[in-house]
Structures are given as C-alpha cells and as structure tokens.
C-alpha cells in the first residue's frame, strides 16, 4: 500500500471516529491528524512502547486509563489512533502527563480540555476496529483474540476483570450517559474557546467531523428540540463573542435575527446547518476584531461613532 492511500486512510478514520490518528514508517513520522488539534502529541510518553511491540495489532492503557490502538499495514508502516478519552482522571498522573508533555502552566486547563472531549471508545470496541482493518488490509480473517491488550501492571487481577465487565455492558447504562454528558459539555466548551479567540478555521475543521454529543432533553419533539438547542447555543456564543471583543449590540442583535431565522425553520437538517453557520459567524467577527482590515477595525468604528 502507497504511503498517500495510508495517509488517506488515516485522515479518514480520525474524521469517522473524531480521534487522533499517525502514520509512522520505522521511528518516522510522516503522518498525524486530530480534528481537535491536540498539539504537543499526547501519545509522546507512550509511543516507544507502540514502535516496539511485536505485536501486529494492539491496545495500550495510559495511567488515565485512557486507549492507545495501533496496527501494521501491508508496506510495514504502523498506524496509531487515540487517545480516547480520559475515563480516570486523578492529579498525580494528570501533573506527570502535562509535565512530561512540557506543558506550559497557562496553557494546561486548555490542553486538558482537549483531552476531555476526545471519543469515548472502550477497550473491546477499540479491538473490534482494529481486528476488522486487520482483515481488510491483509485479505485474510484476523481474530479479534489476537489484538494484544495491554492493561497497566499495577492493576489488580480483580481490578482487570471488574474493568472488562463493564466494557462489556451496553453503551446506553447511567456510567456511559454520564461520560457522553461530560464529553458533550468539553465539545462545548473548545467551541466556545474557539468562538472567543475567533479561531474560525479550527471551528470549520472541528464540524468537519464532529463528536457524539449529549444534549439535554427540552422539547417533545425533534424540531422543537434543536430550534430551543439553537436559541440556547446563539445565547451562550454571543456571550463568548463579547468576551472576545465583539461590540455588545451588534453581537445582540446577530443573536436576536439567528433565533428569529430558525423560527421559520421546518427542517431539523436545516435548523443544525443554520447553527453551524452561526457559530461560524460570530467566530469570524471577533476574527475581525483581532485581525482587522480597514474599515472593519474597531478604531475605525470608534472614530466613525
């Protein structure tokens, strides 16, 4: 296989599963992506251990219990995805993890978020995907029971089998909705981010593949339920608007007219298009006040005011 089908591959699957994805030949990289744009690498701490297991196809627990999943392609290349997201978040690991990453202190809170709304995948869904590209690519059966699983070697045995259990239980129990809950609310939140810093781009890349995301229940029936989703998303991005230097009033008045567009709406497909579209324009206002051109600046609006 050619290295640009692999790159494409890659991207395809970092887009499909909302997740990181490499491409390494030997100890070169010649390919990441993350549709959340995690930069440094978080896999950094981990990824010795990936180039030199022997395995063809595997999984690694991070100490926040998060997933590492690697295989090897038909040239030989190594394909590595994740993280998913944090399942065990405790401050000593967290510390070591940021420290070892080199993260500046200003910069961890938002770092973190990023690694809060990675995918939520379990380990045995993990194996299933990578035994199935296994297949794929080698055009022969690969069984899901030769992915090796690597579990953190201070866990208990018991610890281990109590883990597995609950990877088995459907997706729909109280711990899963409470994970997407919190995975919805860190997707929330980078878009906010992104909104206040007007960094549009990364806004355009990010609805290029979104994340499962769990939105409260506030109408009883779907068109009712994403215009409210619409109303509540322009009061909260408004909000992020202003704090990033957009003018009150006109920031209120956007807000007044998208509430007002959507109400017309009939068609939950064009009701999420419309949000999209007014996320992404209030991003690119305050994009023009950190970046202006002539008469858009806001010394110009002073002086003309």
């Not at 420290?99 to 380990?123: C, F, K, V, W």
């Not at 939105?215 to 215009?227: M, N, P, V």
């Not at 209120?252 to 064009?270: G, P």
């Not at 023009?288 to 600046?297: A, I, L, M, R, W």
Request: one cysteine or more; a negative charge.
């Amino acid at each position: 296989m050619d290295t640009e089908t692999c790159i494409e591959m890659c991207r395809g699957l970092a887009k499909a599963y909302s997740i990181a994805a490499r491409l390494y030949e030997g100890e070169v990289s010649l390919f990441y992506y993350s549709v959340s744009h995690i930069r440094p690498d978080p896999l950094g701490p981990h990824l010795r251990q990936i180039l030199d297991c022997e395995a063809e196809a595997g999984i690694i627990t991070t100490a926040l219990y998060q997933f590492y999943g690697f295989l090897t392609l038909p040239g030989g290349q190594r394909m590595i995805l994740g993280p998913t997201r944090i399942s065990q978040e405790d401050s000593k690991n967290t510390e070591l993890l940021l420290a070892m990453l080199d993260i500046r202190q200003e910069e961890r809170e938002n770092y973190l978020r990023l690694l809060r709304s990675a995918p939520i995948i379990s380990g045995d869904r993990f194996a299933w995907l990578l035994a199935s590209l296994m297949t794929a690519l080698h055009g022969k059966a690969f069984p899901v029971e030769k992915v090796w699983f690597q579990i953190r070697p201070e866990s208990s045995q018991s610890a281990i089998q109590s883990e597995y259990a609950r990877q088995q239980l459907d997706t729909a129990n109280d711990e899963d909705i409470r994970q997407t809950v919190a995975q919805s609310y860190a997707w929330e939140q980078m878009v906010i981010s992104y909104v206040e810093n007007g960094q549009t781009e990364l806004l355009r890349e990010l609805f290029s593949a979104p994340p499962k995301v769990q939105a409260g229940r506030i109408a009883h029936d779907g068109l009712r339920q994403i215009k409210n989703m619409g109303i509540c998303t322009a009061t909260g991005i408004s909000r992020a608007a202003i704090r990033g230097g957009l003018d009150p009033q006109l920031a209120f008045s956007m807000s007044d007219l998208y509430i007002q567009k959507l109400e017309l709406m009939r068609d939950v497909s064009t009701v999420e298009r419309l949000i999209q579209e007014m996320i992404l324009d209030f991003s690119e206002q305050v994009e023009k006040v950190y970046h202006p051109t002539g008469g858009e600046s806001r010394f110009y609006r002073m002086c003309a005011r």
